[in-house]
């Protein structure tokens, strides 16, 4: 897990062991203990949970969500197993009630999705303040998580350290630069195999939770969070994890290139992450050319943009022939 702040990433691995535990007030702690927090809250449908047989801890949904479940289990956020505590962990489930109506689900179009929570306290979310020069009271906040070159485009602000803990630094929008250090550090995540995901998060007020609830349908509440104006996203981290093929994938394909079948794989993953898959299991080698073997979905569709309608049969063909 990465967390950004001040111009740069903080690389932390070992957030079990340093930076999980609720009872460290380092600001660092709390940085990070957020971004966790964000992620438990947005992917809701996946739960840890103890089997009963083995005594082995299971993440049962999503599996791109099931590291961030687990991940945020080490920051102690997470569910009470038969209504006992679980190594001092906390539902803030309880404390950040979603607003389900107003939840945008995942789909391979959006390549993201969005939950609204109602926050605790107004102006803090989290051990984030979340207080601005105009004296705005935020109320609730959207969580949007997603493929990092979707999410980017929509970021605005990052969170600095204070003297008296995180706030967001509204002042300051990030730079063309610090964007590009974002972009690098997806790049890298992505060519070791792993699938990133970035989480960023807005703060709303009631007015803004008013107006959401008077758009037509998901694609027009997730338009209005990511900001119909300008950017209005705050980034707070990115997570890279590992889904590793099953057992005897590498062998299914170097039996179907005996036999003269070609294999094609199809993934929401982002492409550098696909090449990194498929060279893992044999499906590409060091001698192919990505760029040649690969295209991403988008590019079926007219002008790249998968909101479009899909590029005529002849072209598909040329593509699909490749």
């Not at 969500?65 to 102690?76: F, L, N, P, S, Y």
């Not at 945008?104 to 020069?133: E, W």
């Not at 949007?144 to 630094?169: C, F, M, N, W």
């Not at 707070?236 to 057992?247: A, E, T």
Request: proline letters at 5%; charged letters at 25%.
């Amino acid at each position: 897990m990465l967390q950004y702040r001040d111009g740069a990433f903080q690389d932390f691995d070992a957030v079990c062991y340093n930076y999980g535990n609720p009872a460290n007030k380092d600001p660092t702690t709390k940085l990070v203990r957020s971004v966790m927090l964000s992620g438990y809250l947005n992917s809701h449908a996946t739960t840890l949970s103890r089997d009963p047989d083995t005594n082995r801890w299971l993440a049962k949904g999503n599996m791109s969500e099931g590291a961030i479940v687990v991940g945020a289990a080490k920051a102690r956020f997470g569910e009470t197993v038969a209504g006992q505590e679980m190594c001092g962990m906390h539902d803030a489930k309880t404390d950040f009630p979603r607003v389900q109506e107003l939840e945008v689900p995942f789909n391979s179009s959006r390549k993201m999705m969005m939950t609204v929570h109602q926050l605790p306290a107004v102006n803090y979310f989290g051990d984030i303040c979340l207080n601005n020069t105009t004296g705005t009271k935020y109320t609730h906040c959207a969580i949007v998580k997603g493929a990092p070159d979707r999410v980017l485009q929509h970021v605005r602000y990052t969170v600095r350290e204070g003297i008296s803990g995180p706030s967001v630094e509204w002042e300051k929008q990030m730079t063309p630069e610090e964007i590009m250090k974002v972009e690098a550090v997806n790049l890298e995540l992505s060519e070791q195999a792993l699938r990133v995901l970035a989480l960023t998060f807005r703060p709303l007020t009631d007015a803004d939770v008013a107006a959401l609830r008077r758009q037509a349908g998901a694609d027009e509440r997730l338009k209005f969070a990511l900001g119909e104006t300008r950017e209005e996203l705050v980034l707070l981290g990115v997570i890279g994890s590992v889904d590793p093929p099953r057992v005897g994938v590498r062998e299914a394909i170097d039996r179907c290139g005996e036999a003269g079948i070609r294999v094609i794989m199809i993934t929401g993953d982002q492409r550098p992450t696909a090449v990194a898959i498929a060279k893992d299991i044999g499906l590409l080698t060091s001698q192919d050319d990505p760029e040649q073997q690969s295209i991403q979905c988008s590019g079926l569709h007219v002008d790249d943009d998968p909101m479009n309608e899909h590029l005529p049969e002849e072209e598909l063909d040329e593509i699909i022939a490749r």
